[in-house]
Structure formats: structure tokens, C-alpha cells
């Protein structure tokens, strides 16, 4: 990929997503799947800046709130983009591992503690801290049982599977009332605590959520910049040649799935101590389409993307609904994200930040060979 | 026994409303190889466009509009033909812009194209659900269903119709396929695209005949589902179009006869499994994603779908 | 070319940002008052907060609660608005999910010309929202969200509706003792309303003397239920109680009607709407349907409303979720009349010393948790309309 020397003003040197170790800042360099550049440097100092700044510039809770669920948001398609936008695996029930991460710490504290047990929650505080990563570890577990009998499958076969181990996640979810109160839902999630200090307000869990977040997305840019990174990429590109080259495609796929899936299971387990309270209805197909929206609108394959995807899509769908006409049509605010939606796939295919040379391995056949060519020779935008 | 013979029944009617969408699924998949997420919607315009066709006016919205008040084989083949031509248009908007762009755009493009057709359909219609016309032809002077028994089973004249109908659509969309000119046009370009091209094939029209009759289909399996549970709504399209999906893949995705398969096995299996297995009717979807990923494990490309090699 | 790519990208990332941010930052200054400013401090205007699902799979429901919220809001400013504020009503689109109602929530309570909140209508979504107006301190009056956990989230969350747990033990004691039903059966929606009033019926069966002889889930949503029929027709019940919402209810009453089944059919409350008819079409001619709202009553008060009602909405008569709106606003009104001034917090202390008002849904006496004991009525399926049941539940 060639680049001109004025545009590198730093000794770090351009990269492919696949990896290369920079010199500088790992996550500014991966994010942008490119080189680290000043400008993009200033620009994660700049995002940052407001990430922290703004809530308390704002005076209205409904902000906050909104960028609470946008933190989830970033977290979930990065973690989604881990499996679809560098493994090239299209999975199509992502929300899953978000519903068991959910489910994993409500059921602890409700089901368990209180109920079996008749603890004071409060007592327990440091476990909701402890959750996170146990919470995102289950889901894993799952990501792995998940992931295994899709191995042999490709494409949009992989697609079909994906989506129905969501799918049965979701229906196990709403008919084990036994286990899960079924469409009850359950409440009475605690929020979050440290020695006796209740992060009740909508700032303080924006806070909780935007540091989950950026450990989160530190903890993806690592490992997507590792040998495991690499091996995604190369799965992704060609797996046939990567299982060639020595890599345990098998083994990689599945410590993808598993990776994605932590994270999704971590914000599953603050969604539920954020909200206090949790139900099947939150985890529907139609979030595992959205969360995939987001990666691909933002941009796959790169780590920016998915929160840029996921900034721009909850705000456009906030701001919109307080626009007059749309306050007495409440339905044409789904035309208009619907439209936005079409909009930008058909004039930035590639995603708001992608790069044409990401590519998806999706089907069981051959290519054009024009269209190979056409890939392997591209460099537009990146 | 009888309760056996009365779920089949019931199972036959579901699955062959899931086998028409689901061949204008397949049909779509095996030239694009795009999931029309945007399907399920196309259906619901067909159930729709139908109501409208047969009642004497309709509030469109918000207004009552008069309407030409046809009799029910009209207004679906006026909602076939409607829905045909906004298929073609959706392709040529969304589709084809993005055929030579990575392949999750179109997916999400179509994600997107459903969204707006939900919300259109409400805007247009309303968010209630909107009372299908009795059928003069099917229902008798009170109001109720002509039926017949056979034993103790009950089986209605329009379920009798629908299995007619799908069949006879079946029959004749298999020799277009085979027999025709351009269906042979499209057998070759569901095959290879670029070498179809060369061949003389206008692989640009060949689509848009697809998505005509692969809409038209989906038309008609909403017009049909309209007639068989009295109603229509903006979301209907949703959870048959899904299954529908499941049912191509279970056939072989790109298979026309596989997906007539796979409707007809997916609506048999839930009614039996809702019927028989133990709590059965609250995990009657759960159990198609069972069977679904069962025979995908052990035939990964479905049951009458070939084994694609991976490299060329 | 690269470099420029790179850099629109970037720069279009920033302009993002910044958009947002000044977006938020014009936000935080009008913390949502697009409601009137009046310049004397006496009449501050009364604005009601709708939550309810207005669009999506539910908001058939949104649109009947908009709809008697409405009359009650043009009765109110005809008689010159409450404590001198003109009425208006804020819509908070909830979809039915407990994620959006916390969303519909943060945004009614951040704006302050917002006394009360009449919604939310699902169980799941206001247990969802209930804590936040809690803490808020901004009252929630149900019109129609059963889960008996409602109420004792707080003391700002109020309903005018019956529980699941009453109204089952009083539609059990109707079907064995009134009509003299033995061998009942039931099917019953999945969700919390469903399933509750399902539990308190067969237990009030079993408890009056009754055997039920079988009980079929289906889901909201769900469009066939001939899997169930079919089972429960092979135990020749005399009863059919059918424990839902009427857009599920009008096709299992059609497909039974096809598969040969004459059974009467008792439905719940959620079966209350012309609605039913509509799109029940002749299977449920004969139905009867408990409801806590009887537009045919011959009560002027309640007879004004349908009039009303039928004038502003096509001649539609109204269901019990439009009554319960209405009767939530106009409550609501009271209270702040009562309290003399349109304030939230005066506002919730006169609902606890209001002692018996009369609504058109009936007598709303608040316990000591925020709840109403209500008489039930049943109704009829006859000729296209809902019409008094011949026979009544004993009270």
C-alpha cells in the first residue's frame, strides 16, 4: 500500500488490519486499520475528550442516558465485528450472548441470592464487578458450544445456523419461566456498587459503562493486533490457503466466536445492572440485525467502524425523535432510518470508515476473476 | 388417530404457504446469492394489495378511499402482478447498486429495505390489523367456513385451494425453469454470472425476471395467508419470512424443488412437534431452528442442495 | 488519492462528533419545555405524559389510550383547562419494550412541565419504568398494566386497573357457578398477563368445584393455533377461556370455528374491543368477554364519553383501555384541583387523599399500595358489537 511520506508524520509505519507491530499506541493505530497518523491521533484525543466531558456539559438526563446506550452499542458491534469483520464469520445471532450475559447476573442475584438464599444484595457488591468478566466468560462458553457445529458449514449456511442458536436462546429465555420469569422478565438487578457507593445516577453508570468500554475496546485492539488477530484475518481472507499455511482454522473460528461473545456477555451483565431489570424482549432478532448494521455502516474490518456505526445510528434515531413531524407520524421515523439505512450501503458500500479490501468469504462457490482481480489491486480509501 | 390425521392436515396448510415464499427465496439466493431480508415484507404488500383489491373501500392514511370491491382470484393476481413490479424496482434501488460490493452491504441494504417497508405499511395502513374479506366461493351464507370431514378430521374448501394452488404454482414455475428460454437464461446465471455474460445472456434482465416471480410468488403466498388467518398487518412478514428462509436452507438453498421440500417438512414438523412433544406449542419456532441446525450438521448444504466445493 | 479519502473520512468523523455534541449541547439548554410559556405563574399548564406502545406489533393499544386520553383533554380545556393551565398531552413511544419505556421514561421526567404520567400499558415495560419515576418523583398511573408487582415498586406508581390475580378468581367463580361450566378448558398467552390470569383461573376452577381439562400456550404474536385446538377439542370441554389480546384471540376463535369446534368461549379483558368483531368476523358471534369497561351502559357520564368518543374517532366505540386513559387524566385532573396548584409532587398526595372518585370505568377507591378493587362485567359478541352478557358475575 503505498503512501506518501507527508501523510505519515510519525515514525509508525502503515499496516493492513492484519497486523503490524506499531510503534505507537496500539489502539490508535489499530483503529483506523491504517497508519497511525497524527490527525487520527488527535482525533481519538478529541472523541475521548467529549466521551468524558460532555455529560456534564449536558443538563438533561435523556443525553446521558442515550449515550449510556450508545457505550453498549460501541461495545457489542465491536465485539460482533471481532467475528464478522476480521474472522469473516456471518453471525447472525450475536444478541444471544448479550441475552446470556444479562440473564447470567440477573439470575445470580435474583434467582440465587435473594431468592434462595435471602441475602442482602448490598452485601454483595463486589460480585456485580466480578460478574463482568465471569458474565462475559460464560457467554463465551456458549460462543464455543455455539460455534462448534457450525464448523463444517459456510456462508450464508453459517448465517442460517448462527441465527437460530439466537434464536433458541431467546425462546429458551422467554419460556423457562422457572429459571428466567419468562416474559416477566427479571428485576431487581442492583445497581453497580463499591464499598458502599451506589452509582444511581444516569452519570455515574455512563461512567461505569464508558470505562467497560474503553477497557473493552483496548483489550479487542490487542488482540486483534496479536498472532490471533493475524490468524482471523488470514481465515478471512482465504481459508482454505490459511489451513494450508499451518493455522487450526477450527481452533481460531472458535476462539473468535468466544471472543465476540465475551464481550457481548460483559455489556450483557452491565445492561442488567444498568437498567435493573431485564426481559426477552430486549434480546430479539432484530437487535442481532442491528447490531450488525452498525459494523457494517461503520465499517468492518477495522476498529473504528463499529463506534463510529453505533454513534451515528443511535443519535441519528434520538435525534429524530424529536423532530415535530416525526412526534405526530411515529412511523416515518422508521422510514427515515430505513432510507438512511439503504442510503449509505448504496453509496458507501464499504461502511463510513471500511476499506474496499476487506472482503467476506461468504460463499461456497468461486469468484470472478475479475472481481479477484479487482480486489487484490484496490487501494481506494485505505 | 384422528388427532394425528388433523395436525398433518394442519401442518400441510402452513407448509404450503412456506413453500411458496420460500422459492421466491430460493429463487432470488440462487442468482444473487443475497438473503432478501426485505421478502417477508414483499409478502405483506401481497396481502395487503389483495385486501384492497376485494373490499369495497379501505382507509388509507387515515382516509377512506373507495375501492373496486373484485372478487378474491382478481385482486390477488392484480397483487402478484403490484407486488412483481416492486420487487423488480427494489432490486434495480438497492441490489444491483451493491452487486459488485462486499457482500454484507447488500444484506444490510436489504435490512434496510424491510425496515421502510414495515413502516410504509403502517404509515399506509395503519398499525392495526386489517380484516380479510370473506370469500363468497369459501364461506357460507352465515359466515363460516365451508368444511368437510373426513372421519373426524375437518378440512376447510380454502385449505383444499391453497394446496391446489401451491402445487399447481409449483408445477408451473418447474417447467419455466426447465423448459423455457429464459429459464434456462436464469438456470445459467444462478450457475456463473460473468460466463452467462459472455454466453449472449442479459444478465440484467434475467434478474429482474427473477425478482418478478420470486416477488409475485411471495404475493401470492401473502394473499393466501391473508385468506387462511382473516388478516393482515404491517409486521406479518417477519416471522414467515424467516421461516421461509429456514425452509430454503433446509431444502438447499438456490433449489426450487428443495424449497418446496423444506416449506412442506418445517410446516409438518412444527405442527407435529407443537402437538406431540412435551410443552411443544410454546417452543414450536425453537424446534424448526432444531431441525434446521440437526440437518445442517449432517448435510451441510441442506437436503437437495449439492455440495459446492470450496476453491474453484 | 489515498490521502484525500483518508482524510474526508477523517474529517467527516469529526464533523460527526462535533455534530453530535452540539446537538447535545443545544439539548441541555431547552431541557425539552416546547410546551406553553405563559408568562403569569398561576396557570401553569397541565401536560400529561402518554406512554404507550404507538408503534410496532402493539400499538393498536397506543392508539385506543391516545385516543380516550384525547377526549379527556378536550373535555378538560373546554371547562378551562385544570387549576387554570391548558391540558396537553406528550407522546412517549414505548413499543411495548421495557428498554424503550426506561428511554420514554428519562425523557418525561427530564421535562419538567410533565405532572403525570398516564401509561405505561404493558406490565414489562412499566415495571421497567416505574423505578425511574420513583426516584424522579413524577406520579405513573396504569390504565391497564396486571402484574400484581406493580404497585409496590413505590409510592408515585398508581393503577386503575384490576390484577390478574382478581380478575381470574372472579371469571372463574362466573364460569362454574354463574354459567354452570364443569369441564373447562383454557389457552393462554405466554406474557405475564397471560399467564397470570391463566394460574388464578384454573386455581378459582378448581377451588369452585370445576375440572379444567386442558391448558394450550401460544405466544403473542402467533398466528395458528390449530396445533392447540386440536388438542384441547379431543377433551370435549364445555368452556373455552381464552386468556390474551384480541388480535390472537379473533383467529383462534376462527380456526376452532374450522376445525368443527362449537364451544362457547369466554375471553379476558384483552378481548374487549369492537376490535374483536372486526376481525373475528362471525366465529366469535356469541363470545363472551369479561371487561371492565361496558359502553352500552345506560350511565350518562359514561355515555357522554362514547358519545364523544365515537364523534372524534369515526364512530368507533371506545375499548376499555381508551375509558381507563381517559379516567387516568381526568383523576389526574382532580387530584391537581384538589391540590389546588400543577405541581407533581402535590399532584401524587392528592391521588392518596382522594378517596372515591367516580370514573366511567367505575368506582376508583386506592388501597394502601396504589391499587383499585373494580367490579367486573362481562359483555357479548352480538351482531358486530359487544352488548351486556344476559348473564352477569355475582358480586
Known sequence: ?382 | MSQLAQQLVNGLMIGCLYALIAVGYTMVYGIIELINFAFGELFMFGAFITIMMMSPDISLFGQTVGMPHLNFFLAIIIAMVVVGIMGVVIERLAYRPLRNAPRLAALISAIGVSILLQNVAQAIFGSQQVPFPDIPLFTTALGAPKAFSVGSVEITYFQVFVVVVTVTAMLLLNLFVQRTRMGRAMRASAQDKSTSALMGVNVNKVIAVTFLIGSAMGALAGGLYGGVYHSAWPLMGFNPGLKAFIAAVLGGIGNIPGAFLGGLLLGVIEALGSAYLPLGSQYRDAIAFVILILILSFRPSGLLGSTVSQKA | MINTTRKLTLALVMVLALGFAAVALAACGSSGDSSSSSSSPAAAPFKVGLAAPFTGDYATYGASHQAGADIAMAELNAAGGVNGGQVSTELGDDLGDPKQAVLVAQKFIDDSSILIVDGHMFSGATIAAAPKYQTAGLPMISPSATNPDITSLGSFIWRICMTDAVQGKGLADYSVSTLGKKNIAIMYDSSDYGRGLADAYASGVTAAGGTIAGKEQYATGDTDFKAQLTKLKGKNPDLLFLSGYYPEGAKIAQQARELGMTVQMLGSDGYASDELPKLGGAAVEGMLVSTFFDYTKADPAVQKFVEAYKAANNGTNPDWFAANSYDVIMLAAQAAKNAGKNDRTAINDALGSIGTYQGISGPITFDANGDVQKPLSIVIVKDGGLVTAPQQPTP
Open chain 1, 1 to 382: 500500500m503505498a503512501r506518501t511520506p507527508k501523510d505519515n508524520q510519525t515514525d509508525a509505519q502503515p499496516s493492513g488490519s492484519g497486523g503490524y507491530r506499531a510503534k505507537l499506541n496500539p489502539i490508535a493505530s489499530a483503529m483506523t486499520g491504517g497508519g497511525s497518523t497524527r490527525s487520527t491521533r488527535i482525533l481519538l484525543a478529541v472523541l475521548l475528550a467529549f466521551a468524558v466531558i460532555l455529560p456534564f456539559l449536558v443538563g438533561s438526563n435523556r443525553w446521558i442516558t442515550l449515550m449510556t446506550v450508545v457505550v453498549i452499542y460501541v461495545v457489542l458491534a465491536s465485539g460482533l465485528n471481532i467475528v464478522v469483520g476480521f474472522t469473516g464469520l456471518l453471525d447472525l445471532g450475536y444478541v444471544a450472548f448479550y441475552a446470556i450475559g444479562a440473564y447470567y447476573t440477573a439470575i445470580i442475584f435474583n434467582n440465587v441470592l435473594k431468592v434462595k438464599y435471602g441475602v442482602d444484595l448490598d452485601a454483595f457488591w463486589w460480585l456485580t464487578w466480578i460478574n463482568f468478566v465471569v458474565g462475559g466468560l460464560v457467554a463465551a462458553l456458549a460462543g464455543v458450544l455455539i460455534g462448534y457445529p457450525t464448523l463444517r458449514v459456510r456462508g450464508d449456511y453459517l448465517a442460517i445456523m448462527t441465527l437460530g442458536f439466537g434464536e433458541i436462546i431467546r425462546i429458551l429465555a422467554l419460556n423457562w419461566v422457572g429459571l428466567t420469569r419468562g416474559p416477566s422478565g427479571i428485576s431487581g438487578i442492583p445497581q453497580p456498587a463499591i464499598l458502599g457507593y451506589h452509582f444511581t445516577t444516569q452519570k455515574s453508570l455512563y461512567f461505569v459503562g464508558l470505562a467497560l468500554a474503553l477497557l473493552s475496546l483496548w483489550a479487542i485492539s490487542r488482540i486483534v493486533r496479536s498472532r490471533i488477530g493475524r490468524a482471523w484475518t488470514a481465515i478471512r481472507e482465504d481459508e482454505v490457503a490459511a489451513e494450508a499455511m499451518g493455522i487450526h482454522t477450527s481452533r481460531y473460528k472458535l476462539l473468535s466466536y468466544a471472543t465476540g461473545a465475551f464481550f457481548a456477555g460483559a455489556m450483557g451483565v452491565f445492561f442488567g445492572h444498568y437498567l435493573n431489570y431485564i426481559s426477552p424482549s430486549s434480546f430479539m432478532l432484530m437487535e442481532s440485525f442491528l447490531i450488525l448494521s452498525l459494523v457494517v455502516l461503520g465499517g468492518m474490518g477495522n476498529l473504528a467502524g463499529p463506534v463510529l456505526g453505533a454513534i451515528v445510528w443511535m443519535g441519528l434515531q434520538e435525534w429524530l425523535r424529536d423532530v415535530p413531524f416525526i412526534q405526530l407520524h411515529p412511523e416515518t421515523r422508521g422510514i427515515a432510518m430505513g432510507l438512511v439505512l439503504v442510503l449509505l450501503m448504496v453509496f458507501r458500500p464499504q461502511g463510513l470508515l471500511g476499506s474496499m479490501r476487506v472482503k467476506l468469504e461468504m460463499r461456497p462457490g468461486s469468484k470472478d476473476e475479475a472481481e479477484r482481480e479487482r480486489e487484490v489491486w484496490s487501494d481506494a480509501g485505505s
